[in-house]
């Protein structure tokens, strides 16, 4: 079965632009977390969505915003990008928001220049 | 880091040798999880154990858990060079119904065949 599925894998911006996002959960599963990781350092909760609302709200900068559509995928949209916004994207899925186990996509490096 | 600390930071071992890694929380926990992270790449879930839970074995790996100390370890038995890698706990803290992992900040495995 297919894992959960990230895109782009890597993605060079400039400062100031906008970057998007994508993540398609395995299928069946309806609830979506992304995470922030800078070099070096550990995973950071940004946000989660089940069944397509906001379920969990953490570090997200307010330049970020994020969504899940109608088939569960979901994007992260980030504008007015920051060289300190470089770092590897993770989105994860689960069947059912109090679910003990997370899966991981590959994530998506983002390099902003 | 969010929630825990992981000691060591970086560890190098022989291949055949033992690796123990900690890592220790703040918050009351519904359950620990360990995840392995190849450069660069996803978290692959290792292994699962419940507040109520003091010891847990998977082939290898085995976790332990004392909820008094708030403090977890990951005993990877007969290393391999395969084994190289990241490796983090990340807990699921008790108020939360969202079932958002919070990482610890990770110990960097090398083995040397």
């Known amino acids: 079965a297919a894992g959960v599925i990230q895109s782009p894998r890597h993605l060079i911006k400039e400062k100031r632009e906008t970057a998007t996002l994508k993540c398609y959960p395995i299928s069946r599963h309806d609830t979506v977390y992304w995470y922030q990781q800078g070099p070096g350092q550990d995973p950071q909760f940004l946000i989660s969505?089940?069944?397509?609302?906001?379920?969990d709200k953490g570090s997200i900068p307010d330049r970020f915003s994020a969504q899940q559509f109608s088939d569960y995928h979901s994007e992260l949209n980030m504008s007015s990008l920051e060289l300190g916004d470089s770092a590897l994207y993770f989105c994860?899925?689960?069947?059912?928001?109090?679910?003990?186990?997370?899966?991981f996509g590959s994530g998506t490096q983002l390099s902003v220049l | 880091s969010q929630q825990g600390e992981e000691d060591p930071q970086a560890l190098s071992i022989q291949e055949g040798e033992n690796a123990t890694m900690n890592c220790s929380y703040k918050?009351?926990?519904?359950?620990l999880q360990w995840y392995r992270q190849n450069s660069g790449r996803g978290l692959v879930h290792l292994i699962l154990?419940?507040?109520?839970?003091r010891e847990k074995h998977s082939g290898r790996l085995r976790v332990t858990l004392d909820t008094s100390k708030k403090s977890s370890s990951l005993l990877i038995t007969a290393s391999r060079a395969a084994d190289t890698a990241s490796y983090f706990c990340?807990?699921?803290?008790?108020?939360?119904?969202?079932?958002?992992?919070?990482f610890g900040q990770g110990t960097e495995l090398s083995v040397k065949p």
């Open positions: 990340a807990t699921v803290p008790i108020y939360n119904q969202g079932g958002k992992l919070i």
């Open positions: 154990i419940r507040s109520n839970e």
């Open positions: 994860a899925s689960s069947l059912g928001r109090g679910s003990e186990k997370l899966f």
């Open positions: 969505f089940y069944e397509k609302m906001q379920s």
């Open positions: 918050t009351s926990i519904n359950n």
